[in-house]
């Protein structure tokens, strides 16, 4: 593996201080991938100096924003040029499929693009003062030092969508991934590396959540926490961000309704449905595993899920026939089956699946079998709670009113979809369910220039598009008096 199996730190690739390390295992066959440092808070302690220095003493907050524009659409070529090394990669690290691991590079590649081309496109606004001989104007300024964290369930894009922005608007940022899925995101420093990002600017650290993690959360010497990942990492990480006032971007869980009315075209909604749970083994925070079906088609559908289901191909990421991979981990696995057994509990019928596959080939990794509830009620644990798995819980309805007070009834509010030919009924649908992106006849389709984030418990703030790049600065409004007097008020 032709990688810097190390943190960069001040535009040095280091090892932890203490010399600890980790190994990385690929979550088909358990077998040993890679070796990395496992820092700890003295590492963060490091790049965040690093971080602070660059950014109160360095050029890159006040290089021109052309400029910065520039090394960042260079890295999207850097990613394109070594685009089949980072999905293998990718795949290696996280079982998902190489296709689908090629096209997130390619989205990837297309968001250091977007804000490459974003980065000069706002030099603040002139106000028509209201003040007579007097310049008003506002203006967009970086941050500061920015604690940037990632899941490992989509490790590169989840950092391209913080790192881009970050660098665009003239951050500097110390990047924390999920200790389990390290690699793409050490490769993505290393294309930044020979980008041109300045020393200091970017720094990298490996290593657990609860020592790293949270020393980016508590140092007063980080002006702004990114984090994506589970609600209950967030609720910490918002407690220890309050000791500085951290501007604070949330990226949460998600259990997302899939709703499905009668008047839809109905292999669509099918293919769509399986396409919005299974992809990486369900593990995706907008995954549509809460299905919502009219009640008078609700048998057929749930009949025309099964039957596919059941000839889903599941291996190994780089085998061209695989449909689905492994979950991540032994204990992602574990929690899954414990999820599983709860809905049977609660009285959910096993309509397929609920069970580790029986193939001989497929005993080494963490595999699970494409699993569908139905008979589910909106009360139930399964029905309410993310599972992050390859698990569908099918509710009923009779109703469009219906329809979105279930789709409504959660603590999360992420991302939900319509299926329906009648688009003023979509468009109505879409009006009233409380969630950051709805989907009408489609499912988990996103891109560069729309914002991305969730309703209520789902996270605070919005990446990608616009919002994504205003996440990054602090705006400033310089007024100046062009005829001073004295007011003689004293
Ligand atoms: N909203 C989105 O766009 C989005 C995208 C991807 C994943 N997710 C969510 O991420 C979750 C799955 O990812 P995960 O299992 O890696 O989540 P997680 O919360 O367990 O870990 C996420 C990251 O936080 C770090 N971390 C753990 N404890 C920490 C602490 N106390 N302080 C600071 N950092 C800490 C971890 O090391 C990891 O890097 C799911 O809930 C999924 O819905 C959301
Ligand atoms: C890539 N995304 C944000 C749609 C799903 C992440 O889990």
Request: with cysteine; hydrophobic share 40%.
């Amino acid at each position: 593996m032709d990688l810097k199996l190390q943190q960069y730190i001040n535009g040095k690739w280091v090892d932890a201080k203490s010399d600890n390390t980790r190994t990385i295992i690929n979550p088909f066959n358990q077998e040993i991938i890679a070796t990395v440092p496992e820092g700890d808070e003295s590492d963060a302690k490091a790049a965040i100096a690093a971080a602070r220095e660059a950014f109160d003493n360095g050029e890159w907050a006040f290089t021109p924003a052309t400029e910065r524009g520039a090394v960042v659409r260079k890295i999207a070529e850097l990613i394109e040029r070594d685009k089949e090394e980072l999905a293998y990669l990718e795949s290696l690290d996280t079982g998902k499929t190489v296709e689908e691991s090629r096209g997130d590079m390619e989205d990837i590649a297309g968001v250091f693009r977007y804000y490459g081309e974003l980065a000069d496109k706002d030099g603040g606004e002139l106000i028509d003062s209201p003040v007579p001989n007097s310049i008003s104007k506002v203006v967009h300024e970086p941050v500061g030092v920015c604690g940037q964290i990632t899941p490992w369930n989509y490790p590169l894009l989840q950092a391209s969508w913080k790192l881009a922005p970050a660098l665009a608007t003239g951050n500097t940022l110390v990047m924390k991934p999920s200790e389990i899925t390290p690699l793409t995101t050490i490769k993505v420093f290393e294309l930044m590396e020979e980008a041109g990002v300045p020393a200091g600017v970017a720094n990298l650290v490996l290593g657990a959540g609860d020592t790293i993690g949270e020393e980016l959360s508590n140092n007063t010497d980080v002006d702004l926490i990114s984090f994506t990942g589970g609600i209950a990492t967030g609720k910490k990480i918002m407690q220890a961000a309050s000791v500085n006032v951290k501007k604070l971007a949330l990226e949460l869980g998600g259990k997302n309704p899939n709703v499905i009315f009668a008047d839809a075209d109905f292999d669509l909604a099918v293919d769509q449905a399986l396409n919005g749970v299974f992809f990486h083994a369900g593990q995706i925070c907008s995954a549509g595993t809460r299905l919502i079906v009219e009640e008078s088609i609700h048998d057929e559908f749930v009949n025309a899920l099964v039957e596919r289901v059941k000839k889903f191909k599941l291996g190994s990421g780089f085998d061209e026939d695989t449909q689905m991979g492994p979950l991540i981990s032994a204990d992602h696995l574990a929690k899954v089956e414990k999820y599983v057994e709860a809905g049977i509990e609660e009285g959910a019928t096993l309509a397929v699946g609920g069970k580790r596959p029986e193939d001989p080939e497929l005993q080494k990794g963490f595999f699970y079998l494409p699993t569908i509830f139905t008979d589910c009620t909106t009360d139930m644990k399964v029905v309410q709670e993310e599972g992050f798995g390859p698990v569908i819980t099918v509710e009923k309805f009779r109703s469009e009113e219906e329809a979105v007070k279930l789709s409504n009834d959660s603590i999360y509010g992420l991302a939900g979809g319509v299926f329906t030919n009648d688009i003023a009924k979509a468009e109505r649908c879409a009006a009233k369910m409380r969630m950051g992106t709805v989907w009408i006849n489609e499912f988990n389709l996103y891109f560069p220039h729309a914002p991305w984030g969730g309703f209520k418990q789902s996270g605070i703030g919005r990446e990608l598009g616009k919002l994504g790049m205003e996440e990054y600065t602090e705006t400033k409004h310089i007024f100046q008096n062009l005829k001073p007097e004295p007011i003689n008020w004293f």
